[in-house]
Nanobody, 124 residues
């Protein structure tokens, strides 16, 4: 099944940290760029972070720069999103996505496979 699977979401307090994980069953996972997006109720889905297949190039939305870190371990076919200093504004369903290309993209239309999402709720 070529679909990533997210995990690690939950309910936390403002200022806390969470680490999201994303694993895929595809054989070419290690050669795909990966991205994280999020969507809050009543809002459009927005870009959060992305990483090239080699892990050498990363990109972040301005709203999460300095707080979130994306990384990947190709040997484990897993990408991570370390979220520190969480704010109530970070509350959303977080989606992991695969792009069938090695370079990163901030556009949701550029990604081919999407996970089901994991809920992150940050209380004040």
């Amino acid at each position: 099944q070529v679909q990533p699977v997210e995990s690690g979401g939950g309910l936390v307090q403002a200022g806390d940290s969470l680490r999201l994980s994303c694993a895929a069953s595809g054989r070419t996972f290690s050669h795909y760029a990966m991205g994280w997006f999020r969507q809050a109720p009543g809002k459009e889905r927005e870009f959060v972070a992305s990483i090239s297949w080699s892990g050498g190039i990363t990109s972040y939305a301005d709203s999460v720069k300095g707080r979130f870190t994306i990384s990947r371990d190709n040997a484990k076919n897993t990408v991570y999103l370390q979220m520190n200093s969480l704010k109530p504004e970070d509350t959303a369903v977080y989606y992991c996505a695969e792009r069938r290309a090695p370079m990163t993209s901030t556009l949701s239309q550029s990604y081919d496979y999407w996970g089901q999402g994991t809920q992150v709720t940050v209380s004040s």
